[in-house]
């Protein structure tokens, strides 16, 4: 397996291991983004949502390279304040403010819409 830098291509990203430090950060923000947006996202909140997580590991690159002392370079710094202004606009087009997933149906809820279902026609209790 390739090393995955902040300046990989995306091919590179697609073949990456699920256990890596690199995935897990994309799988988990990824996961916390699909939550803000309440659980559901349209197609395009997709889109948005893959952008950020990939802005996210890009930019969790270059700063792991300065915090390890190696020296930022004048491409790293703009290419850096240029993705970190990208996904702050990208996040803002998701909204500021999550959207609760609600609660989760009680039992009698769920046996009542089920019922409901089965009187309109659909399949009911016992599927």
Known sequence: MPRIGPYSRARS???????????RLMRDLRA???????GKPSATQVALID?????????AQIDAKAADGRAMTEHDSRTYLAWS??????LR??????????QPKTLAEYAAERVAQGAAGGRGAAA
């Open 13 to 23: 990203l697609q073949k990456m291991d699920g256990r890596t430090r690199e995935a």
């Open 32 to 38: 916390e983004l699909f939550a803000h947006v309440g």
């Open 51 to 59: 952008r950020c997580v990939w802005l996210s590991l890009h930019m």
């Open 85 to 90: 202004n990208t996904l702050t606009r990208t």
């Open 93 to 102: 087009q998701l909204g500021l403010e999550g959207k609760a997933l609600g």
